[in-house]
């Protein structure tokens, strides 16, 4: 079966339109997900002219494989038998400003991976690994994508700290 993801997208040249030149108009856009509720306010890098406190594309790529990495990491350990209690990820994609054509070259996932206390970690790195395998956006991708994942094992908790958290 096939699947289709929409995007929509919209920007208002009414802050200043492209006939003015490269500084003139606005970067900042909104684009939305259907059947997803909300929409994102966009813009560009700062460092093309975008507004930093507005999310810019290549934070969203970013973002997308890192979400994509935790949907198949959790989903490899929920059918190992893993009880993953938490995970969080620290992701960063390089865009070196010499290369030509200009693009994300590599994108560095940093997940830290919390699990039950007296999991089974000995296949964490094999898991690690068949998630990204199985990750639909690093495999869309030519950028490199690289794991430098953590795992924690959660310690054991008394029954009377469980009463008092």
């Known amino acids: 079966m096939d699947h289709t993801y929409r995007a929509t997208l919209s920007w208002d040249g009414s802050a200043g339109s492209t006939g003015g030149g490269y500084t003139a ?3 900042n856009h909104v684009g939305s997900v259907p059947p997803a509720e909300g929409a994102f306010a966009l813009s560009a890098d700062p460092h093309f002219r975008g507004d930093a ?8 790529l970013v973002l997308a494989a890192s979400s994509c990495q935790m949907l ?3 989903h490899v350990a929920a059918t190992a038998g893993l009880d993953v209690l938490a995970y969080d990820d620290d992701a960063e994609g390089l865009m070196p400003g010499r290369d030509r054509p200009m693009r994300i070259t590599r994108i560095t ?7 039950a206390a007296g999991s089974d970690v000995s296949r964490f790195d094999e898991l690690m690994h068949e998630a990204h395998e199985g990750c639909f956006i690093a495999s869309s991708l030519t ?5 430098e994942p953590t795992v924690r094992v959660a310690e054991h908790r008394t029954a009377a700290e469980e009463r008092t958290s």
């Open 53 to 60: 406190s507005r999310a810019n594309p290549e934070q969203l």
């Open 72 to 74: 198949s990491f959790l």
């Open 143 to 147: 950028s490199e994508v690289v794991l």
């Open 109 to 115: 996932l940093r997940p830290t991976v919390t699990v």
């Open 25 to 27: 108009y606005t970067r």
